[in-house]
């Protein structure tokens, strides 16, 4: 006997289309939104308050030093007048070594092989009347600091200014072509973001690169940025009358996003939260 089953029906197929996009982890400030937003007349006030949910405008002293992780390993500089306390005098035409003299100490070493002066205790600070040059990385505001890497080496370190450190990142975080307002909303968020982050580095905040925020020196420095600095000089985001992490990222595609829903383990922030980012897409047509 032959018993012949009824067909069973094959489920139907189900498709999904998912369509987005963005670049970044999607919390705080999109930096094309924030160009979007200028664009369509509103001010860095706007923006940031978009952006950073139940902030306010702060103040900080723009002068505040900062320290920027700029190389580890060989170092050397010119453009500097003098060393340590002011005991030993440079050329600044010159171009000079720091190397490991101790455990603790460094010593300035000429173009001839000649040390120079006494050896210094860590870290050594070298200064002059212009911009220091760090050969192949760039040329600094402030003072480099230099302190034994504890593998051999020496860390280069740019002991600068708040604002003088912004006016080196804003050009290497933004295009300086942008328009004037998100420029300032950028400055503000990086000089807030300098102060309320650290890496927790042996004398060192901060890295010159995303793991910090891009730092470019005077190299990076424009017309357009050093304005905005300006027009923005101590400014920062505040949070119940705190300075806020101001995290910020490239493009959210449409929507920024929670900082929990991103980093597992993160403690949610009130001023972290999603936002609608309408004009997202502006910069990218």
Do not use: C
Request: no cysteine; hydrophobic share 40%; proline share 5%.
């Amino acid at each position: 006997m032959l018993l012949v089953l009824p067909a069973t029906a094959a489920r139907a197929a189900s498709t999904f289309l998912i369509q987005g996009g963005g670049s970044g982890h999607g919390i705080g400030m999109s930096q094309y939104g924030a160009y979007g937003y200028a664009l369509h007349g509103k001010d860095y006030r706007f923006i940031l308050a978009h952006y950073y949910t139940g902030t306010a405008l702060g103040t900080t002293n723009p002068s505040r030093i900062v320290r920027v992780l700029l190389a580890t390993g060989q170092a050397a500089f010119s453009g500097a007048g003098g060393a340590g306390a002011g005991t030993t005098t440079l050329q600044p035409a010159a171009t000079y070594q720091v190397t490991v003299a101790g455990a603790n100490t460094l010593k300035i070493v000429a173009a001839n092989g000649r040390q120079l002066g006494p050896t210094f205790s860590s870290p050594l600070t070298v200064t002059g009347p212009a911009p220091l040059q760090v050969p192949g990385l760039g040329t600094y505001r402030g003072a480099l600091q230099f302190r034994p890497d504890g593998h051999g080496g020496v860390e280069t370190v740019d002991a600068v200014g708040l604002d003088d450190y912004v006016r080196g990142v804003v050009a290497a975080e933004m295009p300086s072509s942008w328009a004037a307002q998100a420029l300032e909303a950028q400055a503000v968020a990086a000089r807030t973001y300098a102060i309320t982050t650290t890496v927790g580095g042996t004398g060192f905040d901060l890295y010159d690169d995303t793991r910090s925020q891009m730092y470019g020196g005077v190299g990076a420095e424009t017309a357009a940025t050093d304005a905005a600095v300006t027009a923005t000089s101590g400014q920062i985001v505040t949070y119940n009358g705190r300075p806020a992490v101001t995290y910020f990222f490239s493009s959210s595609g449409g929507y920024t996003e929670n900082i929990e829903n991103v980093w597992t383990g993160a403690t949610p922030e009130p001023w972290l939260k999603g936002v609608p980012d309408p004009y997202d897409s502006v910069g990218h047509d």
